[in-house]
């Protein structure tokens, strides 16, 4: 499995950034998709996921601000991230896991996001 992520940059408080991220996956609708972040210093934290049933979940710190999608013909999934504010910088990871196999994830190489205050 290998995991491309895109869209990170520098951004000002109250921006916005797509990240996005392409999986070479033949099945990838049967995936469930997600991002997670790591900050300087901090341990790397889920932010969302999508399900192949298109189910989301998010956490708490981005929940309003930020939107998790998936094309599946495209086998992309995207992270819509709207308001940023500094403490959204980090390092950003796209990571896949099957539904076959649910404790089995697969991780890209990271985008990095930088908020400036």
């Known amino acids: 499995v290998q995991l491309q992520a895109s869209g990170g940059g520098l951004v000002q408080a109250g921006g916005s950034l797509r990240l996005s991220c392409a999986a070479s996956?033949?099945?990838?609708?049967?995936?469930?998709m997600g991002w997670s972040r790591q900050a300087p210093g901090k341990e790397r934290e889920s932010v969302a996921g999508?399900?192949?049933?298109?189910?989301?979940n998010y956490a708490d710190s981005v929940k309003g601000r930020f939107t998790i999608s998936r094309d599946n013909a495209k086998n992309t999934v995207y992270l819509q991230m709207d308001s940023l504010e500094p403490e959204d910088t980090g390092v950003y990871y796209c990571k896949a896991r099957p539904n076959w196999n649910p404790n089995y994830y697969s991780w890209g190489q990271g985008t990095l996001v930088t908020v400036s205050s």
């Open positions: 996956l033949s099945t990838f609708s049967s995936y469930f």
């Open positions: 999508i399900m192949s049933s298109g189910r989301t």
